[in-house]
T-cell receptor
Framework: NAGVTQTPKFQVLKTGQSMTLQCAQD?????MYWYRQDPGMGLRLIYY???????DKGEVPNGYNVSRLNKREFSLRLESAAPSQTSVYFC????????????FGPGTRLTVL | AQSVTQLDSQVPVFEEAPVELRCNYS??????LFWYVQYPNQGLQLLLK??????LVKGINGFEAEFNKSQTSFHLRKPSVHISDTAEYFC???????????????FGKGTLLTVNP
């Protein structure tokens, strides 16, 4: 099993450009998450999908959109990138809510100039 | 709403010394508790978790943590650290209840453990 995979690993954008971060999991997990990590801020939840067909806002959703394409895939889109979105983005997945052990991908390091 | 406070942003120690990383949480409901570790340029991986039962929880790599309900704490300890333990450590909580809240983790801001030779 590959676990949780993310593409790309690194990306540099100019202000105003758009891009989609991809995430996939092969563990048949029900729930998926997008976080951003900034120095001294810990991980902050952007959006999550409790199950296929549902998505909900997290703590910092502004400037982002998500799509739960199927049970395996959960993408994060930046429609018009801003320097404040420079961050490391992590995708995670969860099998069942009661267990609550989230499995994380390796991250995407995004720089917006 | 829940919150997690990691009391030290950085903890430098010498190799083979003991270490304690402190975590306090605030919640109006019962919680599950977690410690995750992040090695440089990697994602997070689970060190240990408290769901129920014994308040002393043992995890991977010789780490353990103790849940103290009265003090709302979940401190992480290791009796003798190695250079390879250098990493950032995150405490996290989630709601035990049903509904949407128990799908989500609330993370602390992290403690950078640096083990020096």
């Amino acid at each position: 099993n590959a676990g949780v995979t993310q593409t790309p690993k690194f990306q540099v954008l100019k202000t105003g450009q758009s891009m989609t971060l991809q995430c996939a999991q092969d563990m048949n997990h029900n729930s998926m998450y997008w976080y951003r990590q900034d120095p001294g801020m810990g991980l902050r939840l952007i959006y999550y999908s409790a199950s296929e067909g549902t998505t909900d806002k997290g703590e910092v959703p502004n400037g982002y959109n998500v799509s739960r394409l199927n049970k395996r895939e959960f993408s994060l889109r930046l429609e018009s990138a801003a320097p404040s979105q420079t961050s490391v983005y992590f995708c995670a997945s969860l099998r069942l809510a009661g267990e609550n052990e989230q499995f994380f991908g390796p991250g995407t390091r995004l720089t917006v100039l | 709403a829940q919150s997690v406070t990691q009391l030290d942003s950085q903890v430098p120690v010498f190799e083979e010394a003991p270490v304690e990383l402190r975590c306090n949480y605030s919640s109006s409901v019962s919680v599950y508790l977690f410690w995750y570790v992040q090695y440089p340029n990697q994602g997070l991986q689970l060190l240990l978790k408290y769901l129920s039962g014994s308040t002393l929880v043992k995890g991977i790599n010789g780490f353990e943590a103790e849940f103290n309900k009265s003090q709302t704490s979940f401190h992480l300890r290791k009796p003798s650290v190695h250079i390879s333990d250098t990493a950032e450590y995150f405490c996290a909580v989630s709601d035990r209840g049903s509904g949407g809240s128990n799908y989500k983790l609330t993370f602390g801001k992290g403690t950078l453990l640096t083990v020096n030779p």
